[in-house]
């Protein structure tokens, strides 16, 4: 296939596609069953849409689609995607840092951007792609088109611009349906005829008095005091949840901060591997960098690791 065309994202080339088309695309080029875009951010979606155009550019066993809430396989992903935008000479920067941490709007715009450079560079020749098999499996779509089809072959879409607007792009959920309620049995009971009894009048001169049960007032009051108590605990609780919530917040940061500067002493360590005057010290440091501890892996080591603890685990169970 010829080289590609590079796009450049301004508010007048791009097509203003919602959330819900710019997803319906991926799921029918890919055979997927996204519903949000937040769902783009592991990068795995756009690696196999640049294996669709360019096969060969792209290493598409390496990536892996079936890592949920890994950041860092996260961005393995994106660095294959990376390093095949720099061999097809694809002029566009990519904010991995930004697109992992599943927000809407990076990964919003770089879709958007994508859609446009997909369609331009689609010739609509890769009719015979699988791509459930081309992943080998990996999430397996319910319904999977046997072929990919290219955008510009696609029947338009019927939008309603009003009823788009009033809801913000979101999705209307179905109707639940309702189970059918077995009827129930009416019991019929037989009326007990009470013969009138006297009522007996008070003495003329005397009003009767009808007391009051004092247990009443003490449970009203019971019940004020356990409310009272009960939203002191919801606001401690909520005021514990927020100092939480801050120090999470402060840790990400600071992780994400530590992690960016050894990422850099990588890259710095690699461009002097082949130095004769830099390499036993350089050999050092990688050795430092790529260290493990009990619990902790590079992302390859985790799903062995994983598999081992599980059959331990059902070697116990049956002992």
């Not at 294996?51 to 294959?80: D, R």
């Not at 109707?175 to 006297?198: G, K, M, R, W």
């Not at 009272?228 to 940061?253: C, D, P, Q």
Request: net charge negative; aromatic share 8%.
């Amino acid at each position: 296939m010829a080289m590609p065309i590079n796009v450049t994202s301004t508010s007048n080339n791009m097509d203003t596609l919602s959330r819900n088309e710019l997803i319906g695309f991926v799921n029918e080029c890919l055979g997927l069953t996204y519903n949000k875009v937040e769902q783009m951010c592991t990068g795995a979606a756009y690696c196999q849409m640049i294996h669709i155009l360019w096969p060969g550019k792209l290493p598409l066993k390496k990536v892996k689609f079936e890592a949920k809430g890994l950041e860092h396989v996260y961005i393995n992903n994106w660095k294959i995607l990376q390093d095949s935008f720099k061999k097809l000479h694809i002029d566009k920067d990519v904010p991995i840092q930004r697109l992992v941490k599943g927000r809407f709007q990076d990964n919003f715009e770089f879709l958007q951007w994508f859609y446009k450079f997909f369609t331009i560079n689609d010739s609509g020749d890769h009719d015979d792609y699988d791509p459930v098999a081309a992943r080998g499996g990996q999430i397996q779509a319910r319904a999977a088109p046997a072929a990919v089809r290219s955008p510009a072959a696609r029947p338009a879409k019927k939008t309603v611009p009003d009823a788009a607007a009033a809801t913000g792009d979101k999705l209307i959920k179905p109707p639940v349906a309702v189970e059918p309620v077995e009827p129930v049995e009416l019991v019929t009971v037989d009326l007990v005829t009470v013969e009138s009894v006297p009522v007996q009048k008070p003495p003329a001169g005397k009003v009767p008095v009808k007391k009051t049960a004092p247990a009443a007032a003490a449970v009203s009051n019971n019940v004020k005091r356990s409310g009272s108590n009960s939203n002191a605990e919801v606001k401690r609780l909520e005021g514990n949840v927020n100092e939480l919530t801050l120090t999470v917040e402060g840790l990400e940061k600071e992780r994400d901060f530590y992690f960016q500067k050894l990422r850099d002493i990588e890259v710095i360590c690699q461009e002097k591997e082949g130095d004769e005057v830099f390499s036993s010290f350089v050999a050092q440091i990688i050795e430092v960098l790529y260290a493990t501890e009990d619990g902790f892996g590079p992302a390859e080591e985790e799903g062995e690791g994983e598999e081992e603890a599980e059959v331990d685990e059902e070697e116990q169970e049956e002992y």
